[in-house]
């Protein structure tokens, strides 16, 4: 007899493209926040399968903390004019050039939770209502929490106390003036799920996430990566190592693993037998046990 | 064994939602804990973190239900808040847990994790035996039409592993559960915390010949989640390219809640009741013989009906209900205020979006057992009652019992925008 059974990765394909083309319909001006991250890479991938054959309907948005690699930065680019997208960039710099928010100091400094400001100014410049995002609830406990469509007040706060019940797949979008939501089309794929369907969709990636020699300095057990944004500390030094890069975020806080693997499949087998969680390797979620959940209230992705 | 991680095997896999409920402290998220810890889906820098938080508590053991009570009010008070997602998969399935708190106010969290899953688990304490709890969790299973129960008696450990014990309390069960409507049930006696008849056979019961509780998750069968009888597309996006290569292209894009749809099928659109065939079924990868759900695809129709969303094509010769007025089960979530007869609320129903007025309350359950309240008619938080609705335009919808998608609706308060009603169509 014929099996009407969708793989799991089939289902989650297909609830994801669910998501999103709620999100079109719904909301008057959604963006997709772009990270140049594998998640967000993903996204991308979907949100094309979503409308095709027409393009999906809603720029890129990328906030840029001016301490991306470089790489990202150029796979950013071929894929926007691949999508043949829209893409806005807003930088951190401007924010402090603004005096909206302060640069941090010490040999740690991260524009990390900077960001936070310069997105939320961003998400009201262009009047968007929805905010498109790549994370997993699986990443962290904080996230394992979170909803598909999760309401932000007008401060774009999150109080993860006062969710929405969110049943079947019937979607709450109801808001305020001011407010607005953050979606999140791959709440329910796993980092091996994300991986497997790179290796099956064929889906390119930056060079960060395969093997390559780097000079990184051991900092608390992360891999820092040698830039101009990393000052050694007493008794620290660069070393040449084989690495790759698990997540990809700032320069100051994205931790390398010393990696050999070279395709997706050798990143699938690698990640299966990992015995950490991929941002295990992040300081930003190392500062405190809460740590997202507080970045998370005050608007972080 | 079967290698799970070869993108092949991973792809092939199926998925299992569950739920779990129990009371306060049934050791559900120790057997949360363990399932992932067992099938290793948790990480080394996560347990480490749950060891440091423990020790800094004083709990004196490893504290797992730290792993899904993550945030600070629930570390704080020690106790689950809401309803939290887990993942974790095993060379034969991959499973998505809700899991969802057990205290007395909290029926609104069960409600929505039971929403989506496909099987329920539900804890009951062996000291203590059936308790108004494990009714309440029993009848929303039954309610959300969850297909089958795992019923773990825990802490069987500080029973002498007697099986008296366990033969008495699925004894109690299956009297109450023949009032329910779940098709399939399983009972395992466990100890959550020691590991029995978690992953590995107990050693301690050798009078239980059943599974163990990983293996029933792992080979439970799950494929009659969807009703793959009655076509149901409900339009969520009409798909208009502007450019010269698909200058007419116009793609009813949805994802299927119910039946087959091919190429050459006759279809209706509702509301407008025009028919015409299926000309393609698009997607990015090339075009499908056939969908099914839960699928999304994007239709085109060989003739230009006015169809947007909202609509739904469907089969002519097999339709859903059309009407504004119908009766529905209704579970309550809004602290605030009551259920109110009279009063106007917004009504999400598939893709379609109306104003709905509530005409009358027929009656309120009393979840603990079952019994009909018909003296007192207010239905406020955690309540369920059965309600009569007008909707300001018709809906196209199935039973809830037929399908949960096309039978399903929330309400929204139209002041304060929150959800405060879950409904399943009658």
Sequence with gaps: MHSYNLSHIKELESESIFVMREVAALFEKPVLMFSGGKDSIVMTHLAAKAFYPAKPPFPLLHIDTG????????????????????????????????????????????????QIVTLLDALEALGADAALGGARRDEEKARAKERFFSHRDEFGQWDPKKQRPELWNLFNSKKEMGEHFRVFPLSNWTELDIWQYIAYEKIDLPVLYFTHEREVVNRNGTLLAKSDFISLLEGESYETKQIRFRTIGDMTCTGAVESKAFSVEDIVEEVAAARVTERGGRADDRRSETSMEDRKREGYF | MMDYTKTKNYLDMDLLRFTTAGSVDDGKSTLIGRLLCDSKAIF???????????????????????????????????????????????????????????????????????????????????????????????????????????????????????????????????????????????????????????????????????????????????????????????????????????????????????????????????????????????????????????????????????????????????????????????????????????????????????????????????????????????????????????????????????????????????????????????
């Design chain 2, 44 to 426: 080394e820098d996560q347990l480490e973190a749950v060891e440091q938080s423990s020790k800094q508590r004083g709990d004196g053991y490893v504290n797992l239900a730290l792993l899904t009570d993550g945030l600070k009010a629930e570390r704080e008070q020690g106790i689950t808040i809401d309803v939290a997602y887990r993942y974790f998969a095993t060379p034969r399935r991959k499973f998505i847990i809700a899991d969802t708190p057990g205290h007395v106010q909290y029926t609104r969290n069960m409600v929505t994790g039971a929403s989506t899953a496909n099987l329920a688990i539900i804890l009951v304490d062996a000291r203590k035996g059936i308790i108004e709890q494990t009714c309440r969790h029993s009848f929303i299973a039954s309610l959300l039409q969850i297909q089958h129960i795992l019923l773990c008696v825990n802490k069987m450990d500080l029973v002498d592993y007697d099986e008296g014990v366990f033969n008495k309390i699925v004894e109690d069960f299956t009297e109450f559960a023949s009032r329910l409507e779940v098709p399939h049930m399983d009972f395992v006696p466990i100890s959550a915390l020691h590991g029995d008849n978690v992953v590995e056979p107990s050693a301690n019961m050798p009078w239980y010949r059943g599974a163990p509780v990983l293996y029933t998750l792992e080979t439970v069968y799950c494929g009659n989640e969807f009703n793959h009888v009655d076509a149901r597309l409900p339009v969520q996006w009409v798909i208009r390219p502007q450019n010269h290569q698909f200058h007419d292209f116009r793609g009813f894009a949805g994802r299927i809640a119910g039946g087959v749809f091919k190429p050459d099928d006759e279809v209706m659109a509702l509301p407008s009741g025009f028919t015409t065939r299926v000309s393609g079924i698009h997607t990015l990868d090339g075009d499908l013989d056939e969908a099914f759900a839960p699928m999304s695809v994007s239709l085109t129709l060989r003739d230009e009906l006015d169809v947007s969303r909202g609509d739904m094509l469907v089969k002519p010769h097999n339709v859903p209900k059309v009407s504004q007025d119908f009766d529905a089960m209704i579970c309550w979530f809004s602290e605030d205020q009551n259920l109110q007869t009279g009063r106007k609320y917004v009504l999400r129903h598939t893709t379609k979006e109306v104003k709905c007025v509530i005409k009358d309350i027929r009656y309120k359950v009393n979840i603990n057992n079952l019994h009909k309240i018909e003296d007192d008619l207010n239905i406020g938080l955690n309540d369920i009652g059965r309600i009569s609705v007008r909707a300001s335009s018709p809906l196209f919808y199935d039973p809830y019992r037929r399908n949960r998608l096309t039978g399903s609706f929330i309400l929204i308060d139209e002041m304060t925008n929150d959800t405060v009603g879950a409904g399943m169509i009658l």
């Design chain 1, 67 to 114: 301490h991306n690699f470089p790489e990202t930065l150029e796979f950013r680019d071929r894929l926007v004019k691949k999508l043949g997208v829209q893409l806005e960039v807003k930088t951190v710099q401007e924010s402090i050039d603004k005096g909206r928010v302060k640069e941090e100091k010490g040999p740690n400094a991260s524009r990390n939770s900077l």
